[in-house]
Structures are given as structure tokens and as C-alpha cells.
């Protein structure tokens, strides 16, 4: 996409690496608001939230899509262990935070409500980090 | 004012198709609240996927959505074709097509079966599973296989396909457009479904983009997406189709959308049909799946599944087991907008709306 040039002369910190993809440093709610607000990008949808252990950070690449343009766009952004919620904008992503904080442990802040969804209350620790070690040695991951 | 009353439905309710629960409060019928409760078929894909090599876990990914094998184990087969950069034949890609619409034919006629026994019409599920089962033995003949097919490879399909099959399917579709005529003849006018479907469980189209919703859902509100056109991949850039598309959004709309897919797939078959039996290339790519290493890369592949937007993300850090897998599926965000489509409405449509969203637990726990 050409105009993504718009994106970084409003927003300095935007990187923009490939034509579909961008990282974001800091603001990633108004960098989203204003892919989902400006007409020329008009993301309104935002089909997933992937997150993956990178060991010393965890990485999300939040997965946008324009039912208008047909364009996808994927925006990465870095966590330490926690990130901004972005259900204001998208609420699809509540389902998506919560998967999250349940299988990576990322805590987003401002979701009120985040809890596991796929484990149990009392499961300990959050499988897919590349540190988990389960000790029951049924699972098939142990070996 | 009555007690407010706090029902479970589910886990273990004949009319989920899987396993949920929904945490209901009514007051009287009226339905007030509602919690989808997930994670009972929970199977940790994802979680397996970081300890097994590629082709090891090429099986498991028909169990994603077990009603759309063809569906994931395209996606997973295509985002590693693309990681590996290779090209499939055409005849491979045309296979691939067909078995995919078949599947979304089977799909729908299953979604069309307990739909109306959901609504408690108990006839139409014999005769679309009379339909349905001429699929499932098509797909047996050429995979060995029933519902869990491990057919699509790297780089090409595990059998070719030949000019009996064919044959076979052909005779099949033509058989078919006359059932679903027959379908049509006792659902579309019938009163007691057009009263439990018609303008209940409205989903506009702002609630498509807000709450992720794809596929057949989709395009009953009048958003005519479907990425089989939007994004081609296989054959289908070679293939001509109409979307079908209406602007009702409520149950029935969505009834009429799938109805109309299989009309659709018929003639996308048929184009197949057509293709492979003047064509002549081989089925397979020269790679060794055994010792398949993926370079360094990343790569979602976007697939229409008969339940919406199914997208494949594979993160590889150049060794032999893939690094991330990612699933993202249709169902799973159809059960997030439950919610807004009930609440308020009055207890016995909960099931005639949900069922109409068309979800499959085990594609929504993974």
C-alpha cells in the first residue's frame, strides 16, 4: 500500500517494513483508531490477534482487514507482559485477549474482564510460552 | 417482576454440536444475560504443533474443524507450500478445489439437517444425510477415508484422481441440485420455519466487521465478501462463480445464503469436472516430506471455509518443527456475538438462533 506514508508522518515511531506490514512501538490504540478511522485505510475489521513467545518478548501481530478496500494489513507489536486492550476499537478481541492472557499470560490492560477461556480456572501456568514445563507425563509435549 | 433465574445450558445439550455451556439468566423467558463458556474440547493444537515435525502433524489438522477437513489441511498444506516457495501443478490445485466445494456441500447439508432438528422438524436430517453420505463414500473411495481425510500433501494430493471417480461425482451432481429442490419445496415456505427464523437473531452489518464475522453469516447481511473471490487461491481465480449474497441478516437469510453456496459449488465442481478430465499433469512436487526443513519465515494463508474466514499463520525459525501455528477460525468468533443476538429475545429461539450461525465447537476450542 502506497499511503501508508500518511500512517508514519502522523505517528514518527510507526515502522513500516513490507507493504502489509508495520510495528508499532508506543500508541498502538491510536495507531489502530486511525487505521480503523481514516477512509483511505478503513480497517474495519480485525479478523485476529496471533501472539508468539520470541523468548525475551512476546510478539502480536494484530491481523486487520478492510471489508471496504479488500486490503490486509498486520500490525506487530512488542509486549514485554502486558498491552494495551484494544476491544474499544474491535470487539472481537475480547475472545482473542483472553485466549491470549490464557495460553501466553500477556495481561491487557484496560480489559476488565480478562479470564482464561480455553483452560480451566486452577490450570498453572500458560502453555504455549516456550518455557512451560508440565510435569504430568501423559502430555505428548514432554518428550 | 419475577426472580431473575440463572440456567446453565449445556455443556451437554443435544442442540450444541460439541460441547458448551451457556450461562443463561431469564427472567420469566426473557432472556437477560448470556456467557458463552468455551474450552471443553480444548486439544492444545497449537501447543502440539511446536513438538512435531510438518508431516507429523499434516494429520492433525484435519481435526481443527472435523466437518471441513479440506478446508484446514488446504490452509496448513499452503501457507508451507508458500514458506517453501513451490509450485503446485495445476491439476493439483483443480483436485484440491473439488474436493474442497464436495466438502462444503457435505458441510452445509449437515448445518441443514440439525438445523431443522434444532427447530424440531425431525424428516429433513434423513434425507440431507442421504445426500451427505453419497459424499462421505466418494471421499472414501479416493482418500480411504470418511471424515478425517490426511489427503492434500505438501506440494501436491496423496492419490490422483481418475475418469471413474469423476464420473462418479458427476453422476452424483447430477442428482443433487434436484434434492436440494426438494429441500427447498418443504423448508423454504413452510410456516412454522418462516415464523421461528424470519427477523429473529438480527446480525447488521456493523456487527459483521466489529465482531469478526465471516463466511455465509457474513453475507446474509449484505456484505458480499467471500475471500474465494476477494483473495483467490487453488483454481479458483480460473473459475467463474457468483457470491451468492442477501440483504435479510436474520436466520432465514442465512438459511437462503447456504442454500445457495451449494448451488454454487455444484457448478464449481462441475467446472473442475471439466478440467481434469482433459488434463494430464502429475499430482506431486519433488520434495522429501520426511526431511522437510522450512526456511525462515512467516506466512498466513486465508482460506473461505463453509463457516467463514479460516486463516493458517506458521511462523518458522528454519528447523524441522514449526515454531507457531496459528489457527483462526469462523466459529470461533460466531459464538462470541451470541450475546447481542439473544438478549432479550424470549428463551425458545436461543437454539433457532444459535443454530443458524452454523458453529462447530471443536473449530472454536482447537
Sequence with gaps: MNNLNILQEKFNSVQITDSNKIIVHDNLVSVLEFLKNTSEFDFDMLTTIIATDKIERIELIYQLYSTGNNNTLNVYYYAPGAAPTVIGLYKSAYFDECEIYDLLGVKFEGNKELKRLLLPDSWIGHPLLKNYTNNDERLAWND | ????????????????????????????????????????????????????????????????????????????????????????????????????????????????????????????????????????????????????????????????????????????????????????????????????????????????????????????SGLEIDFRQKMPYSAYNELGFVVSVNNLSDSYGRYLVRIQEMRTSIDLIKQCIMFLKQNKDNVSCNINPIKLKIPQGEYTSYVESSRGLLCCYIQSDGSEKPYRVKWRTGSFYAVQVLPELVIGQNYNDLIAIFGSLDVILPEVDR
Design chain 2, 1 to 220: 417482576m419475577t426472580d431473575i433465574m440463572k440456567i446453565n445450558v449445556g455443556p451437554q445439550h443435544p442442540s450444541t454440536h460439541g460441547v458448551l455451556r451457556l450461562i443463561t439468566e431469564l427472567d420469566g423467558e426473557k432472556i437477560i444475560s448470556i456467557k458463552p463458556e468455551i474450552g471443553y474440547l480444548h486439544r492444545g493444537l497449537e501447543k502440539l504443533a511446536e513438538s512435531k515435525t510438518y508431516l507429523q502433524y499434516l494429520p492433525l489438522v484435519d481435526r481443527v474443524d472435523y466437518l471441513g477437513g479440506f478446508f484446514t489441511s488446504y490452509a496448513f498444506c499452503n501457507a508451507v507450500e508458500h514458506l517453501l516457495n513451490i509450485q503446485t501443478t495445476k491439476r493439483t490445485e483443480y483436485i484440491r478445489t473439488l474436493c474442497m466445494e464436495l466438502n462444503r456441500i457435505a458441510s452445509h447439508l449437515l448445518w441443514l439437517g440439525t438445523y431443522m432438528l434444532d427447530l424440531g422438524a425431525s424428516s429433513p436430517i434423513f434425507y440431507t444425510f442421504r445426500e451427505r453420505e453419497s459424499i462421505l463414500a466418494l471421499f472414501e473411495e479416493l482418500t480411504g477415508q470418511r471424515m478425517m481425510y490426511n489427503y492434500f500433501t505438501f506440494g501436491g494430493v496423496r492419490f490422483d484422481v481418475d475418469n471413474n471417480w469423476l464420473d462418479k461425482v458427476n453422476d452424483f451432481l447430477n442428482i443433487l441440485p434436484k434434492a436440494i429442490g426438494n429441500y427447498e419445496k418443504i423448508i423454504t415456505n413452510n410456516a412454522i420455519f418462516i415464523d421461528r427464523t424470519k427477523n429473529k437473531g438480527i446480525l447488521t452489518k456493523s456487527f459483521c466487521s466489529k465482531y469478526a464475522i465471516t463466511g455465509p453469516n457474513m453475507r446474509a
